[in-house]
């Protein structure tokens, strides 16, 4: 199957990203345990291009989603500058890109989701598909939190910067409803696009 051009030009602009994230972040440890997730998903993509390509839309919401997680990894999420500028313009104690992160958390595997259970016609009663799609982005959230505090009792402060809590101690509550919120967003804003998306794959 031939990629069509946009699917090119996403490619290369994530490879490109990915590289600039790798170039001297701020931390080696804490970029490899923030970026290992998009490079893991970046290699099961290309791997399944051929056999199940996605959705035009979905590429693109794996991308930006990426684009987060390389920044973030090359920064640390408490440290990316465009965030620390905005937090005087928005009154914010925090840098709050990490809340950006798990906002896509849910919005982009929401999405993801909600075409495995489309084209593989999973659910014979659809009107259970939106409960069970932010289900999974909850479990997904969850799983990701359990990770974090595996990491942290491991690695003790070396983890600090992957947690990115800043002194907050409600943040992984915090994170998951922003998960929970992402991912309603995803399925109400762009249940219709995804639609049509999927009826231009299935031609």
């Known amino acids: 199957m031939a990629r069509p051009f946009s699917h090119r030009a996403l490619l290369v ?3 490109a990203i990915g590289l600039w994230s790798a170039w001297r972040p701020y931390d080696r440890l804490t970029w490899w345990l923030e970026v290992t997730p998009a490079l893991l998903a970046l290699v099961l993509i290309v791997a399944t291009y051929r056999r199940f390509p996605l959705t035009t839309l979905c590429y693109t919401l794996i991308a930006l989603h990426m684009c987060v997680l390389f ?3 090359h920064y640390t999420y408490a440290r990316v500058p465009l965030f620390d500028w905005l937090r005087p313009v928005f009154g914010w104690e925090r840098n709050n890109f990490d809340r ?3 906002f896509a958390q849910g919005f982009v595997p929401a999405i993801v989701a909600r075409e495995f259970f489309v084209r593989l016609d999973i659910l014979k009663r659809k009107r259970w598909q939106p409960f069970l799609i932010v289900s ?8 990701y939190e359990l990770i974090e505090w595996r990491t942290a009792v491991a690695s003790g402060d070396a983890a600090v910067d992957f947690l990115a809590t800043q002194g907050d101690p409600w943040d992984t509550q ?4 922003l998960a929970l919120v992402g991912a309603i967003c995803a399925l109400v804003l762009l249940s219709r696009a995804h639609d049509a998306a999927l009826r231009r794959i299935q031609r």
Do not use: N, P, Q
């Not at 999974?136 to 799983?143: D, E, R």
């Open 13 to 15: 602009g994530i490879v």
């Open 71 to 73: 920044v973030g990894g």
């Open 100 to 102: 950006l992160g798990h």
């Open 136 to 143: 999974i982005c909850l479990a997904i959230s969850a799983t």
């Open 174 to 177: 915090e994170d998951m409803c």
